[in-house]
């Protein structure tokens, strides 16, 4: 029990954030050429975007289908406020994401007081409904939303100040950085807040909040009014960095692939959303790259990840950090490196079907390559082996897996008879 | 004149067509302890509800020290110096037995809804924690997730949670529910020690804690207080015996 304020950020802190801001300087100068930049610039809006959308599902415990709303506001926001200055100049360029922000801010008290009466089902329906709404808002006034075509803008406006105009990618980038790192550092900071610690206690009991002096609407609301904030933001550097703004960017397709980030991250970890707008970022681009069925498995990735890890890449990554703390990683490794091999059939199975289905259904004019070899899916044979192959594995994976949870039973014993000693 | 803690004036609440609560006339003066009795669905966890806004009454009116409560919800109660705890555990899971505690005491130390301040400089919050941590006798469990404490450490965390905030008139809904002789006894001793020189209304099953804590009784019997009085009295009312008897309660032991 100690009477001592700590310090702001603790060593261990200071460091990490200095890693942080050190990798978002020097990745660029690794991989310079174009698409690697506009991939970091993306992912970078996406990390914003994805914790914003955590402030309501892991802090606030509030399921929402119509994220893309706020982003979709800040994002229109800004070009619009990109396109009036560019005639009055009376904003540099690179605040003009905080007008983004304050858009969406204002579409969280619009639409947040509303729908934060409940959590739950009825608060998803809402969301959902915002999100529609919005959508289609956005067909029926061309003036603001540009109809199909969309807004467009150019953010290089006036003179170069000390040789910046954000012309070029990577003086955009930084500015995404910059803003990104800021906006990390906000929304980690609000958890250590009475309103963030709050919003934890609304998510696991809001009738105990209500009867320790809290109401938990205004609770939901203000993280609600927040969140919009933060994903006006990301869609504003959207905004500036396509220099183009479309429906699609407060459609269900956005509010969707949202969800996606911060679920398979890990919702339960505030770094869990970074770890999501990462991977479902380099993913889309690796997968989309190789094969036309990239969507079907996203779908299957993401159902593995809410049957077998809900707590997401975060809460593994977690789980396996204890058992290193511990000296004990080496101790599940044997029963990883059985399933490994039945993983990798029924792997190898389910695409080769997937990618069959998908030539069958398409008549694509090139032969179909699995795993480098040609295939003639007009025949019944490569069917069959691709079947018996993932039914093998499938098989295999069910015999070897208990050894996998034998293994975790026994290094967790093993733990907890360490902390009760 | 000493404005009562608690005042219940003609309280009715019910559902449906079914009433629960049926004209119930209470007063409970500061710095009382006053326990709530009565058979299996009386009403007495009704009556809990009503006085904690938990849910709306039917017709009444309900003071807290002499202010109208009746319409207020109930983080507005709680603001007024009522905090209550519940008969089943109702504590913030995820959240550790440190977080739990000083999560109840911020509101009443005025920080509200600040997304501004940093919840480690909040010095008072935090000695306020753990001193009410250190009371409830769960320092060594501070870090702990609340989900995976053991029963009883989870009532003396409800109770730690109500008490912290530090609101004068305290309503305990069967304390001591589940719990062996010996926990009993710990809680007993934890519940008086923590409401000292507040107001106590509980409900409670186990007659010897009733009679061990309460400094007068009231006894609930569908819906209608039949009785109230000092342990003394209530031990020596025939109505009283009557109900708990249950044999020729129905004809009317009213009188």
Known sequence: MSALVPPLLSRRRFFLWGALALL???????????????????????????????????????????????????AFATIHALNFVGKAAALPVSILPLVGGLAGLLGGVLFGYVSTKRAGTTFAMISLGIGELMASASLMFPVVFGGEAGVSGNRVIGKAVFGVNFGPQIQIYYLIAAWTFLCILAMYALTQTPLGRMANAVRDNPERAQFVGYDPQWVRFMMMILAGFFAGIAGGLSALNYEMVTAESLGGWTSGVVL??????????????????VLI????????????????????????????????????????????????????????????????????????????????????????????????????????????????????????????????????????????? | ?????L???????????????????????????????????????????LASARFPVTSGDITLKGESVTDLKPHQINRLGLSRSFQLTNIFTNLSVFENVRCSVLWSLNYKYSFWRRLAALRDANEQAHRVIDAIGLAHRSDTVAGILSYAEQRALEIGITIAGGADVILLDEPTAGMSKSETGDAVALIRRVTEGKTLIMVEHDMSVVFDLADRISVLVYGEIIATGTPAEIRASAA????????????????
């Open chain 1, 24 to 74: 978002m300087i020097v990745l660029p100068l690794v991989f310079d050429k174009g698409y690697a930049l506009s991939l970091m610039c993306q992912i970078s809006i996406m990390i914003i975007f994805s914790l914003s959308y955590n402030m309501l599902l892991g802090q606030t415990g509030l399921l929402s289908f119509g994220h893309a709303a706020y982003f979709g506001i800040g």
């Open chain 1, 260 to 277: 996606m980030m911060a679920f398979v991250g890990g919702i339960g970890f505030f770094y869990g959303p970074i770890i999501g707008a």
């Open chain 1, 281 to 421: 970022s380099l993913l889309a681009i690796a997968v989309a790259g190789v094969t036309k069925a990239w969507l079907f498995y996203f779908g299957l990735f993401f159902l593995t990840m809410v049957l077998y890890a809900p707590g997401g890449i975060a809460s593994l990554l977690a789980m396996h950090k204890r058992l290193w703390n511990a000296g004990l990683l080496l101790m599940v490794m044997p029963a990883y490196a059985r399933v490994t091999i039945p993983l990798l059939l029924t792997f190898a199975g389910l695409v080769s079907l997937v990618e069959m289905a998908y030539q069958q259904a398409e008549v694509l004019e090139t032969p179909l390559l699995v795993f480098g070899a040609s295939i003639d899916v007009n025949s019944l044979a490569p069917w069959l082996i691709a079947l018996a192959l993932t039914a093998f594995g499938l098989v295999l994976l069910k015999l070897s897996w208990p050894r996998v949870s034998e293994a975790w039973r026994q290094v967790l014993a093993g733990i907890n008879g360490e902390v009760a000693r």
């Open chain 2, 1 to 5: 004149m000493n404005v009562p803690a």
């Open chain 2, 7 to 49: 005042q219940l004036t003609d309280v009715r609440k019910s559902f449906g067509q079914t009433v629960i609560i049926n004209g119930v006339n209470l007063i409970v003066p500061r710095g009382e302890r006053h326990a709530i009795i009565g058979p299996n669905g009386a009403g007495k966890s009704t009556l809990f509800n």
């Open chain 2, 240 to 255: 009283v015996q009557e109900a708990y008897l249950g044999t020729t309660f129905a004809e009317g032991s009213h009188d």
